[in-house]
């Protein structure tokens, strides 16, 4: 009995070999530059980890399989699908459309069934639609992933592992009151940056994947101090990590005080550059 114990319990952590290629990998993923939007070696070795314990492959975990959080897990619709799915159970969908989500699921082993709804009615009580938002634009998979989400922790927490549908944590996070500080500090005025009463426990709408990968470009583009103002100021104001969970009314703030950054840079290398061509003409006018 106890050797069967010791048994299971070193399965539950990766031996020295799995780390090693783990570290290798998440060395190679943070210096290819695909993968900004989880951060660097730490936060990939994290997600690497997840994915061994969920048995899903490394790389499709890092390529938008797997999230985390603030230390809480979210997966992809897809992926909890395919948990489900690969563990012998049944899922059915009884009626799915832009109103009301319904599925019915059977567990393999057991034949235990539950059938569990999530409406656009629920959504709106839970405040998760937004103007412009992908409930907006995707109501029918966003009811889908939240009602498998739900019928996931009910019938088939075993194989999912505790693990929240995408976007459930993200869109938990309250909003903080803006602080202009960090701008402060590198004199670029603040003035059309919206300024939010704190709201507790009101769900907010993050940045899309898209959005994210677009403002880190841009965050590459200016100097190290600044993007350490940015990061700095994300995570004293928002209690994030990750530019990920940026807040969607903040979107256009951060990318436009980037660009002027970025344009206030271009025009003192400009001026430089006329100086230095000036001070040569005089130098060579002096030769002469």
């Known amino acids: 009995m106890t050797n069967e114990i010791s048994c299971i319990q070193s399965n539950l952590l990766p031996n020295q070999h799995e780390m090693q290629v783990f570290q290798i990998m998440a060395k190679q993923s943070a210096a290819s530059g695909f993968y900004k939007s989880i951060g660097g070696e730490a936060q990939i070795m994290s997600i690497l980890l997840v994915a061994r314990e969920l048995s899903i492959p490394p790389m499709l975990a890092l390529s938008g399989g797997v999230w985390n959080i603030n230390g809480k897990l979210e997966i992809s619709a897809r992926m909890m699908n395919t948990l489900i799915r690969r563990n012998g159970h049944s899922l059915q969908i009884i009626e799915s459309n832009d109103k009301i989500c319904t599925i019915e699921g059977k567990r393999k082993d057991n034949g235990d069934c539950f059938r569990t709804t999530f409406t656009i009615e629920d959504a709106q009580k839970a405040g998760l639609i937004r103007s412009g938002g992908n409930w907006t634009k995707y109501p029918t998979d966003m009811l889908f992933a939240r009602a498998l989400s739900r019928l996931a922790r009910q019938l088939f927490s075993d194989c999912v592992a505790g693990c929240y549908v995408e976007g459930e944590i993200r869109d938990s996070f ?10 402060e500090e590198i004199n670029i005025p603040i003035n059309d940056i919206p300024v939010q009463e704190k709201v507790i426990q009101e769900p907010i709408e993050v940045i899309s994947k ?22 700095k100021h994300a995570k004293t104001n928002f209690g994030i990590t990750s530019m990920s969970l940026l807040p969607q009314t903040q979107y256009d703030a951060f990318c436009n005080l980037v660009e002027r950054a970025l344009a206030k840079e271009r025009s003192e290398k400009e001026e430089k550059m006329k100086i230095q061509t000036v001070s040569e003409e005089r130098t060579s006018e002096e030769v002469q």
């Open 174 to 183: 309250c909003e903080e009151k803006l602080q202009p500080s960090a701008y």
């Open 210 to 231: 898209e959005q994210c990968d677009v403002l880190l470009d841009k965050i590459s583009g200016v100097n190290s101090d600044y993007a350490k103002l940015l990061y």
